[in-house]
C-alpha cells in the first residue's frame, strides 16, 4: 500500500476516532489505551513538560510521525510520546522527521510491533533514544544507537524500582518506583 491509498484510508475513518500506522506497506489499526497505560504515558509527559518548560522543545503525546527516505519508503507510526530538538520538524498534524526520543508503552496487542517492528524503524531513521515501557513484564528497555549506528544499538533494562536517566538529557531522570506507586492510586478494583 503507498502513502495516499493510507492517507485516504485513515481520512474516512477519523470521524470514527480510530488511528492507523503504515509501516512498509502495511497498515496497523491502534487500538485505544487501558488507564495504566494512560497513566504511564500521562506522568512521564508530565515530568518532559516541567524539565522542558521555558526550553525551545516540548513533548508531543499520539501525534504521528512520518519516517520516509528517497526510495519511497514511506512510514507514518504514531508513538505515545516523543520529542523532538528540531521546531522545523514539528507542523501541525506531524512530526516530519526522526524524533530524538520516542516512547510506547506497551499494550498486549502491540508487543511484537513496539520491540521489533518500531525499534527497528525507529533506529534506522535516527532515533536517538527509544524506550519500550513493559509493565506487565515490569522492565523497562532503553534503546539507542552506538556511536557508529554500523555497529548496532545498546539495550539497557530496567525494573519499576529503578530511577531511569534520560541518554539525551544530562540532567532529566524519571523514577519508575514512583511513577508505580502513582499509578496504584488510580486502578480500578
Known amino acids: 500500500m503507498d502513502y495516499d491509498q493510507f492517507e ?5 475513518a477519523a470521524n470514527d476516532d ?12 491502534i487500538s485505544t489505551s487501558s488507564t495504566s497505560h494512560a497513566q504511564i504515558v500521562g506522568y512521564i509527559h508530565g515530568q518532559l513538560f516541567n524539565y522542558l518548560r521555558g526550553k525551545h522543545f516540548k513533548p508531543y503525546m499520539n501525534v504521528s510521525v512520518r519516517l520516509w527516505n528517497k526510495n519511497s519508503d514511506k512510514n507514518s507510526l504514531i508513538p505515545d510520546l516523543f520529542i523532538s530538538r528540531n521546531p522545523e520538524q514539528i507542523k501541525e498534524d506531524c512530526c516530519s522527521d ?15 510491533k513496539d520491540y521489533l ?9 535516527g532515533v536517538r533514544e527509544y524506550w519500550i515501557v513493559d509493565r506487565e513484564a515490569g522492565r523497562i528497555t532503553v534503546i539507542a544507537p552506538l556511536s557508529d549506528p554500523k555497529n548496532g544499538v545498546s539495550e539497557e533494562y530496567y525494573t519499576f524500582d529503578d530511577t531511569v536517566k534520560f541518554n539525551i538529557f544530562d540532567d532529566l531522570h524519571i523514577n519508575f518506583k514512583e511513577l508505580s506507586e502513582y499509578i496504584s492510586g488510580f486502578e480500578p478494583d
Open 8 to 12: 485516504e484510508i485513515t481520512n474516512l
Open 18 to 29: 480510530k488511528y492507523f500506522e503504515l509501516i512498509d506497506g502495511h497498515i496497523y489499526m
Open 98 to 112: 526522526a524524533p530524538d526520543f520516542v516512547l510506547e508503552v506497551i499494550s498486549p496487542s502491540t508487543v511484537g
Open 117 to 125: 517492528i518500531k525499534k527497528f524503524k525507529y533506529m534506522q531513521y
